[in-house]
């Protein structure tokens, strides 16, 4: 396995580990490529603009998150490649490796109910 596979995992799964950042992500995720401003983000998770800047911080720092400037703002959005490289690394041996489609769990493992 690629170290450097496993190191961007645990840096995302670590950064999504805290509550707020992971509001945060799953909030960012919803609101699709286009992303959200700060202001929005921290109205719509309930987190005071200098708390919600430390938790983008880590997310962008785990490559989870994306920023971009607009006229006065900074819009942030979910780095969705960043987020499938993430799901596929956690299944990637699912069903001991058999082809199965990890989002549909009854389809996996060789569960026939």
């Known amino acids: 396995m690629d170290s450097n596979l496993v190191v961007r995992a645990l ?3 670590g950064a999504l580990a805290h509550e707020s950042r992971l509001a945060v992500f799953r909030t960012l995720v ?3 490529p286009d992303g959200m ?3 929005e983000i921290a109205q719509q998770v309930g987190l005071a603009p200098s ?3 430390f938790h983008l ?4 720092h785990a490559e989870l998150v994306t920023a971009r400037q607009e006229g ?3 819009f942030y959005s979910a780095n969705f490649e960043a987020m499938n490289r993430l799901i596929g690394f956690l299944t990637e041996n699912c069903c001991a490796g058999a082809p199965c489609d990890a989002s549909h769990p009854s389809d996996c493992c060789g569960d026939t109910a």
């Open 11 to 13: 840096g995302a799964l």
């Open 30 to 32: 919803v609101a699709g």
């Open 37 to 39: 401003a700060a202001g």
């Open 51 to 53: 708390s919600l800047s």
């Open 57 to 60: 911080k880590d997310l962008a």
């Open 72 to 74: 006065r703002f900074v």
